[in-house]
């Protein structure tokens, strides 16, 4: 089974479209496919799947002890199932490390062929940790400055997320922040220049750092494209991500924008179909099947 | 960082390591545009990462790992001569015949379209074929139509569509005479 994680940073860049539509291409390919609706304070594909009230939603699973297996619900689209979101619960956005540990233990024994976490906005701890679980990491990014500052600070702060677990993982944290805070008299300027020096102090956290950051690839897609010339921004941020963040990027593709999607919503139809929106259907078509392929070429 | 090897070089360049030589020229080319200017949409000048030392820094190893890669290919690829990147803007004007290109490259078809905009399949067809004389006679209808059909395809309706009414116009034009 495939973990699927898309995630972005800045909200309404379009990650719960590109979920669905990841998942809507892949159960057309045949494969079994489960959405889990992970943005706890958003939670949204139902929705996208023309499920207008769900009859079961991750509340069952953390305070009822329901068994995901028994909250699936499924889609008119065959071979996709979905894990409605977080609603109806008094703390839709507070949930405990261990309710989270819980959720991601039971995803990954799933019955399916891929499993698909959309992730909410923002760079909160719960949310990068879940995009680093993932074996397909995909982040959706749009063509303006806003939606691009966002998307570099979520691969930033994932990079510090993994060396603050490799810092934790051998007891080092303590160690780490005291020399960040006296970094001129051991002449560090950047997190770089820590990182050499903590690498050089320490061959085990040299190591884990290595394995930590090898998690880390992400396949990136460009939503929203108004102008044909706005597809240049996809490339151009795939490449500043290597070369600037030094995290591996590939670049997925572009989506254009489809002045009337807002009117499929709210519908008992999913919003990505045969008949709808059919460049925007083409555009994620291509999108996963050339993540798939990029896929493949990692493991052959 | 110091490019060393062939591998290395078309890491820099974002290029597979099958890339023919023009397809390399063409990377390099769209790198150093991408680099180059720091108002560009990708660019987050707030932060450290996108510094004028950094991008310099990657303009150096792309200007290097290019120059290798030229000498390495020169030696295996002697009939190889670096091609004029081909820029979007340079393709503009677009004429008819490149307009259909397009649409057929995103495999869109002339009914679709047609249903999407609401113009009859005719006219699209004639302004493919930059028939002029079997479009609406009305230039103000031509315009509207043929913004319609380009907006359908995501390209820049107001650049394509100035381009284009000025051919139809000396077209007019000669007609008048």
Request: charged letters at 25%; hydrophobic letters at 40%; aromatic letters at 8%.
């Amino acid at each position: 089974m495939h973990i699927w994680a898309v995630g972005g940073g800045k909200g309404g860049t379009g990650k719960s479209l590109v979920a669905n539509g990841l998942g809507t291409h892949l159960a057309e390919r045949g494969f079994k496919v489960i959405l889990v609706d992970t943005d706890f304070g958003g939670p949204n594909q139902h929705t996208y799947c023309g499920i207008r009230k769900p009859s079961t939603s991750l509340v069952q699973f953390f305070e009822d002890r329901k068994p995901l297996d028994e909250i699936l619900l499924k889609t008119k689209i065959d071979g996709l199932r979905l894990i409605p979101g977080n609603f109806n619960s008094q703390n839709t956005d507070c949930l405990t490390v261990t309710q989270k540990q819980k959720l991601f233990r039971h995803i990954k024994n799933l019955q399916a062929d891929h499993v698909i976490l959309d992730l909410g906005a923002g760079t909160q701890y719960d949310t990068l940790d879940t995009f680093l679980l993932a074996d397909v990491q995909v982040a959706v990014v749009a063509p303006d400055a806003l939606a691009t500052e966002n998307f570099y600070l979520f691969l930033k702060n994932l990079k510090y997320r993994q060396l603050n677990s490799a810092l934790s993982t051998l007891g080092l944290r303590d160690r780490s922040r005291e020399l960040w805070k006296h970094r001129t008299e051991f002449g560090i300027a950047t997190t770089k220049d820590l990182v050499a020096y903590l690498r050089a102090l320490s061959a085990e956290f040299s190591d884990l750092f290595d394995r930590e950051q090898q998690k880390l690839k992400t396949h990136v897609v460009l939503n929203q494209v108004r102008e044909y010339r706005q597809t240049e921004v996809g490339v151009a941020v795939t490449s500043a991500v290597n070369k600037f963040f030094h995290i591996p990027a590939t670049y997925a593709g572009h989506i254009r924008y489809d002045k009337d999607l807002w009117q499929h919503f709210g519908q008992d139809t999913p919003v990505i179909h045969q008949g709808v929106s059919f460049n925007m259907r083409q555009d994620l078509e291509k999108i996963t099947e050339s993540i798939l392929k990029a896929q493949a070429m990692e493991v052959g | 960082m110091r490019v060393s090897d062939e591998g290395h070089c078309r890491q820099c360049l974002e290029v597979s390591a099958d890339a023919s030589m023009d397809e390399i020229t063409q990377a390099y080319h769209r790198l150093k545009r991408i680099y180059q200017d720091d108002l560009a949409p990708f660019s987050a000048p707030s932060m450290d990462e996108f510094s004028e030392e950094a991008r310099g820094e990657v303009l150096n190893q792309i200007e290097t790992a290019y120059r290798e890669l030229c000498g390495i290919l020169a030696t295996t690829q002697p009939q190889a001569h670096p091609a004029p990147p081909p820029t979007l803007n340079a393709s503009l004007p677009v004429d008819g015949a490149a307009l259909r290109k397009i649409r057929e490259a995103e495999g869109l078809t002339l009914d679709f379209i047609a249903a999407q905009t609401h113009v009859r399949q005719e006219y699209l067809q004639a302004f493919e074929e930059e028939r002029f004389a079997d479009l609406p006679h009305a230039a103000v209808n031509v315009r509207g139509f043929l913004s319609a059909y380009v907006a359908e395809m995501g390209l820049p309706v107001d650049a394509i569509v100035r381009g284009y009414m000025a051919r139809y116009q000396q077209w007019q034009a000669r007609q008048r005479k």
